[in-house]
């Protein structure tokens, strides 16, 4: 990857921030989290500890920063019902592409941000399902549809890596598609008949 420095503050910081994040996700190919240092990961990234302090707290904050820039920024298209496959492919290409960091990331003290940052991906696009299907649903509804099916749709993540990507992604996507095509809809209706979803009074 070519990075650009670009004119002006913003540019050069965020600049750094993806040279960083290059640099970690490299590391991780072939090393555990927890064997990641600052020195290490800087002398990768041939920058200073001060510059990397500058822009992150710790290792935790760029893992963060990397997953919210490599996957969670790209899903805005991938909110209707019409488009939500679309945001479940982008989460599986990136983690064939990055397979070997997020198998790291999985086994170790990275694993909760890991399902977290998932979960981020999952629940944004199963809530953009939801508000797509009934724009006015009552928000203890909603959040309780995609609590659920944002978590199930991190297991079906979770299993595929677990089993190193043997599963066809096509088959990852038509399984999902299986389970959830519907699913939303009868939810939805469901708790239109529960008061203690706040659909009644």
């Known amino acids: 990857m070519n990075y650009q420095v670009i004119t002006g503050g913003i540019g050069i910081a965020t600049d750094t921030k993806l040279k960083l994040a290059q640099a970690f996700k490299t ?8 064997k990641v240092t600052i020195d290490i990961l800087t002398q990768r990234a041939d920058v200073t500890r001060n510059t990397f302090y500058y822009h992150f707290e710790d290792i935790y904050a760029l893992l963060e920063w990397t997953l919210q820039h490599d996957v ?47 979960y981020a991906i999952s629940s944004e696009m199963v809530e953009g399902v939801v508000l797509d299907i009934q724009p006015d649903v009552a928000p203890f509804l909603k959040d309780a549809i995609t609590n659920f099916y944002g978590w199930a749709l991190v297991m079906q993540f979770v299993q595929w890596l677990n089993a190193d990507l043997a599963e066809p992604k096509a088959t990852v996507i038509q399984r999902v598609e299986l389970m959830l095509n519907g699913s939303v809809e009868l939810a939805l209706k469901n708790g239109q008949q529960l008061s203690q979803f706040g659909q009644t009074d």
């Open 27 to 34: 590391l991780l190919e072939t090393m555990p989290l927890n």
């Open 72 to 118: 969670l920024d790209q899903l805005a298209h991938y909110r209707q019902l019409n488009t939500w496959q679309g945001g479940l492919d982008v989460a599986l290409d990136y983690i064939a592409d990055n397979r070997q960091f997020c198998r790291h990331l999985f086994q170790s003290v990275g694993r909760d941000l890991l399902e977290q940052s998932l």
